[in-house]
């Protein structure tokens, strides 16, 4: 499936990139914003929670009728463990922030209503906050890894023809494979304003 799902990508993009040298009479700039589920795989075995919530700010146009480009910045929540045993604790914090391009493809199902596939490549920068107290003693140990990554994705959008607004539904794939995560599956909701 993720196969199918990578060179279906950039397949679409490929030919949607195309599709600018017909299309040049058509630019349109946007800004937005996205609310996002993010799934993680852990590369090690952990009680943490794998889903993160994220809200993601972009900038980007729309070149043509096929073709876009998408500047992004993204904030995950924090997922928090504590662990409490006699006169001890360990608070183990992990969230992420991230930001990159996006390309992409789309195709027309109707006027207003489109499919669209994605590709970008991303840094991400994961956190990892280890707060150990025993009795009266605090240590604190904080990591990051930052990582730079390829991410792939498919979703709809709809622009309502009167006021330039535009909602989408958004699924990206991201193989991390840092030290933390695997992978991580978003699934999105969002919305733009076109000039």
Known sequence: MKKILILSTILFTYAAHGAIYTNTGNFRPYVGIDAGLNIADYTYTTDLDETYYSATINAGARIGNNFGVELFFSHSSTNDLEYTQYLSAINH??????????????????????????????????????????????????????????????????????????????????????????????FSAGFRYNF
């Open 93 to 186: 914090e992990l969230y992420y922030m991230a930001f990159g391009f996006d390309i992409y493809g789309y195709y027309n199902i109707s006027r207003e209503l489109n499919f669209f596939t994605t590709f970008g490549v991303a840094n991400y920068k994961t956190y990892n906050k280890f707060e150990i107290i025993e009795s009266l003693n605090t240590t604190e140990t904080k990591e990051s890894d930052n990582d730079v990554s390829t991410r792939i994705g498919i979703g709809l959008i709809y622009t309502f023809p009167s006021d330039g607004i535009s909602i989408l539904l958004k699924y990206q794939y991201t193989p991390l494979n840092n030290e933390l995560i695997q992978t991580m599956s978003e």
